[in-house]
């Protein structure tokens, strides 16, 4: 099979199903024409196809949703465009990302909306949904057109990585929304408390003289902006959680009944503070990785079900962004090829179960953009197949993303994604 | 999960334990320490000879490489390098090639191809001297000379020495660093030293404005109050206090900085009476120390000053000797191999 290949059908045998309820079981056989699954089990097994796929010892999935990825089109072309970067998505098991609002120019218009969808249906290899900026160039200070940008396409609405200049704007940003009733993604950070730091401020930080961001930027602006959606009645979206106290707040909000959800990125799963103790650019990330406890709460969160998704927070950069002393490199890593072997190396430990992980990075994100990932006849056939027991080494050649400072380049990775489906199009086969 | 060995050793130390480059005392070993603290003091008398010159860096370049500017520093690190016989080359970036944009990648490229030996390393961006390390090609040395908050090696060393000389030994004795802990890279390295090299307390006194985010952890225990903090010293070191602290409400004002956390007579008077009192320059008199104890016969700071071409001398020809061991060494490996 080739990637690319369109209007056939395809069977695709043996394998463990994941049907995106949070069940696995034997593939009863998956029949799948012009772009939809029409039929499993032994009408599946005995129809006469065009292709046939061998999915013994895999485990098939919805296709992963990412809440989070930086595309950078339109803008930072040397970082990484649409087609770089949605067929890197469909490296690491992907078919739909949401695409951050953060692009130059900022995504607050009808018209950059266009610009990404256009740009998304005659280059992109996986589904793009864009998220729209909800201030005036993520500024955090003027509205944007929010009927305008729900109109043309967005999903939902936020301000990126970058903060609301204060509450009174936060609440009024809700408020408008709610009146579309588009989602609001934000990360919480205090941007008072946030002021220069870029690292957990924590034992790290102490020893190494770096700038710290306290948890407390974290935490404050977490209970703020639930409290906020508390009185507007907005569909509030915590983006990338990084620390224990937050998940706490939210699962507790939830229990009186705030319409709030949250994710996390896989690196805040995987790594702490002291990834960065060699001054590692490549750690370099906002929120900052913070303490162990930190970590073990968020996968517990995840475990829970407080954490709804799991997400990439893929941010490309070109090799001058992290050449530098750390503090003058740029936040973010390339992650979105490596997002299933991080997780299944959670799962291999013990720290989370299989079943949290594909429902975190399957029918969590989808719930949150209105999506309804399953595996049943009449759903669209947008899958991942992947072989739990394969390894891969990733490296500056092998990656396809721009980005080539991924964190664990060169080191042996268990988990590989051998194809992807979306709309039953092969973006990715495997070919070895 | 960490996919990266985050321990300093694997860039600043040769397999056989040398020092390669001199980054941060994070890692050394108190053998390692004390052999610094030995051959600083073997190249003290070559300060008093006439011709103050020996020929260990004889036919080397050294690159005072300065992000931000230092005169005091940078003239040790000149005289050290010129006394071990090097060809100095000053370089003050902050007003040349940076400022005009260019990346600091470029400028080492550049400066590599000078086919320098050595470069010594200031700037305000903690970490700074390791990437550089990281980047530039196997063989040249980088000496840190003060990384942002990180660390500044030589003035903790120098610092040992000073106290070695006056106090023989490192066990038993009580330290306590006073003031602008938060920001000061000396700290950092100075607390580090002390515990390696066998103290039996290290003390900071400071406003909580002024202390990082659980600084115990460092291996200090921690004073607000500078009169109970003085008691049993053996040593006290004073840190230099920046103006703009009162900016970005650290700290009320410099009088009550000085009331409250200050060194004067009377305070000294509360720790052990051949308490030693220190202080890495320059002084603000009237801010952190009053003149009569900056000048007093318990002031060991010209010591210091004295010290740090030593100290400089010393750190500089082991990590040269340690760059040109390993060097053999790799030598020796491709030999084995082709034979």
């Known amino acids: 099979m080739k990637a690319g290949s369109q209007d056939k059908s395809l069977?695709?045998?043996?394998?463990?199903?994941?049907?995106?309820?949070?069940?696995?079981?034997?593939?009863?056989?998956?029949?799948?024409?012009?772009?939809?699954?029409?039929?499993?089990?032994?009408?599946?097994?005995?129809?006469?196809?065009?292709?046939?796929?061998?999915?013994?010892?895999?485990?098939?999935?919805?296709?992963?949703?990412?809440?989070?990825?930086?595309?950078?089109e339109p803008?930072?072309?040397?970082?990484?465009?649409?087609?770089?970067?949605?067929?890197?998505?469909?490296?690491?098991?992907?078919?739909?990302?949401?695409?951050?609002?953060?692009?130059?120019?900022?995504?607050?218009?009808?018209?950059?909306?266009?610009?990404?969808?256009?740009?998304?249906?005659?280059?992109?290899?996986?589904?793009?949904?864009?998220?729209?900026?909800?201030?005036?160039?993520?500024?955090?200070?003027l509205l944007s057109d929010l009927a305008g940008l729900k109109n043309a396409?967005?999903?939902?609405?936020?301000?990126?990585?970058?903060?609301?200049?204060?509450?009174?704007?936060?609440?009024?940003?809700?408020?408008?929304?709610?009146?579309?009733?588009?989602?609001?993604?934000?990360?919480?950070?205090?941007?008072?408390?946030?002021?220069?730091?870029?690292?957990?401020?924590?034992?790290?930080?102490?020893?190494?003289?770096?700038?710290?961001?306290?948890?407390?930027?974290?935490?404050?602006?977490?209970?703020?902006m639930l409290l906020l959606a508390e009185e507007t009645g907005v569909k509030l979206h915590l983006s990338q959680l990084s620390s224990g106290r937050s998940v706490e707040?939210?699962?507790?909000?939830?229990?009186?009944?705030?319409?709030?959800?949250?994710?996390?990125?896989?690196?805040?799963?995987?790594?702490?503070?002291?990834?960065?103790?060699?001054?590692?650019?490549?750690?370099?990330?906002?929120?900052?990785?913070?303490?162990?406890?930190?970590?073990?709460?968020?996968?517990?969160?995840?475990?829970?079900?407080?954490?709804?998704?799991?997400?990439?927070?893929?941010?490309?950069?070109?090799?001058?962004?992290?050449?530098?002393?750390?503090?003058?490199?740029?936040?973010?890593?390339?992650?979105?090829?490596?997002?299933?072997?991080?997780?299944?190396?959670?799962?291999?430990?013990?720290?989370?179960?299989?079943?949290?992980?594909?429902?975190?990075?399957?029918?969590?994100p989808g719930r949150i953009v209105g999506l309804s990932p399953e595996i049943t006849c009449g759903a669209v056939a947008d899958l991942c197949i992947f072989n739990p027991a394969a390894s891969w080494q990733p490296s500056e050649q092998t990656l396809v993303s721009t980005g080539k400072h991924a964190p664990l380049v060169e080191r042996k990775l268990s988990g590989k994604v051998e194809l992807t489906l979306v709309a039953g199009r092969p973006v990715w086969v495997d070919s070895h | 999960m960490t996919a990266i060995d985050p321990s300093p050793n694997h860039l600043q130390l040769t397999r056989g334990g040398q020092l390669r480059h001199f980054l941060t005392l994070d890692g050394l070993n108190r053998e390692l320490l004390t052999d610094i603290l030995d051959t600083a003091d073997s190249f003290i008398e070559v300060g008093e000879r006439s011709i103050k010159k020996v020929p260990l860096l004889r036919g080397r370049t050294v690159v005072n490489l300065f992000f931000e500017s230092s005169t005091r520093t940078r003239s040790t690190f000149e005289l050290a390098a010129k006394r071990l016989s090097a060809d100095v080359l000053n370089l003050d970036i902050s007003t040349s090639a940076t400022s005009k944009g260019e990346s600091l990648s470029d400028t080492l490229?550049?400066?590599?191809?000078?086919?320098?030996?050595?470069?010594?390393?200031?700037?305000?961006?903690?970490?700074?001297?390791?990437?550089?390390?990281?980047?530039?090609?196997?063989?040249?040395?980088?000496?840190?000379?003060?990384?942002?908050?990180?660390?500044?090696?030589?003035?903790?060393?120098?610092?040992?020495?000073?106290?070695?000389?006056?106090?023989?030994?490192?066990?038993?004795?009580?330290?306590?660093?006073?003031?602008?802990?938060?920001?000061?890279?000396?700290?950092?390295?100075?607390?580090?030293?002390?515990?390696?090299?066998?103290?039996?307390?290290?003390?900071?006194?400071?406003?909580?404005?002024?202390?990082?985010?659980?600084?115990?952890?460092?291996?200090?225990?921690?004073?607000?109050?500078?009169?109970?903090?003085?008691?049993?010293?053996?040593?006290?070191?004073?840190?230099?206090?920046?103006?703009?602290?009162?900016?970005?409400a650290l700290l009320p004002s410099e009088r009550e900085f000085y009331r409250l956390y200050g060194l004067n007579q009377d305070k000294l008077a509360l720790a052990k009476p051949d308490c030693i009192v220190m202080h890495p320059g320059p002084i603000n008199r009237g801010v952190e120390i009053e003149s009569a104890v900056a000048d007093g016969p318990q002031s060991v700071i010209l010591n210091q000053v004295t010290n740090g071409i030593a100290i400089r001398m010393a750190v500089m020809s082991m990590a040269m000797g340690g760059q040109m061991a390993e060097r053999q060494q790799k030598q020796m490996e491709r030999e084995g191999g082709r034979a």
């Open chain 1, 75 to 141: 803008g930072n072309g040397q970082k990484g465009n649409i087609a770089s970067e949605t067929l890197a998505a469909a490296h690491g098991g992907f078919t739909t990302v949401c695409a951050s609002p953060e692009t130059s120019p900022v995504n607050d218009s009808s018209a950059v909306t266009h610009l990404i969808r256009d740009g998304a249906s005659s280059r992109g290899s996986v589904r793009v949904l864009p998220i729209g900026a909800i201030t005036r160039g993520l500024e955090g200070e």
């Open chain 2, 109 to 248: 490229l550049n400066l590599e191809a000078m086919a320098s030996d050595m470069f010594v390393v200031r700037h305000s961006q903690s970490g700074a001297p390791h990437f550089i390390a990281e980047s530039v090609t196997p063989g040249v040395a980088i000496i840190n000379a003060g990384d942002g908050r990180h660390a500044h090696p030589t003035q903790a060393m120098l610092d040992m020495l000073t106290i070695r000389q006056h106090k023989r030994s490192f066990a038993g004795l009580k330290v306590a660093i006073v003031g602008d802990i938060l920001h000061s890279r000396v700290a950092r390295s100075q607390i580090r030293a002390l515990n390696e090299l066998g103290a039996e307390e290290v003390r900071v006194i400071a406003p909580g404005t002024l202390l990082p985010r659980d600084v115990e952890d460092l291996g200090c225990t921690v004073e607000y109050d500078m009169i109970r903090g003085m008691r049993d010293l053996d040593v006290v070191i004073m840190l230099r206090l920046q103006k703009e602290r009162m900016e970005g």
């Open chain 1, 153 to 224: 396409g967005c999903v939902a609405v936020g301000n990126g990585s970058r903060g609301i200049k204060n509450a009174r704007i936060m609440r009024r940003c809700m408020a408008y929304a709610r009146t579309f009733g588009l989602t609001v993604m934000f990360s919480p950070e205090n941007q008072a408390l946030a002021a220069d730091g870029y690292a957990h401020d924590g034992q790290v930080t102490t020893r190494l003289g770096l700038l710290g961001i306290p948890e407390v930027a974290e935490t404050a602006a977490v209970m703020e």
């Open chain 1, 11 to 72: 069977k695709i045998t043996g394998g463990t199903l994941f049907d995106g309820t949070g069940t696995e079981s034997d593939n009863p056989g998956l029949l799948i024409k012009e772009g939809k699954i029409v039929a499993m089990g032994a009408d599946a097994l005995s129809a006469e196809v065009d292709q046939q796929y061998d999915a013994s010892g895999y485990v098939i999935a919805p296709g992963f949703i990412d809440l989070c990825c930086n595309l950078r």
């Open chain 1, 249 to 364: 707040m939210v699962a507790a909000a939830r229990q009186r009944g705030v319409k709030v959800t949250a994710d996390v990125a896989m690196h805040q799963l995987c790594f702490t503070e002291e990834a960065l103790a060699g001054f590692d650019s490549r750690y370099h990330v906002r929120p900052p990785l913070r303490s162990e406890a930190d970590r073990q709460a968020l996968v517990a969160g995840v475990q829970a079900g407080v954490i709804d998704a799991i997400v990439s927070q893929h941010q490309p950069h070109d090799t001058a962004a992290k050449q530098a002393p750390l503090p003058a490199t740029e936040p973010g890593l390339s992650s979105i090829e490596s997002v299933l072997s991080l997780g299944l190396e959670l799962v291999e430990s013990g720290e989370l179960s299989r079943q949290r992980l594909l429902t975190a990075l399957t029918e969590g």
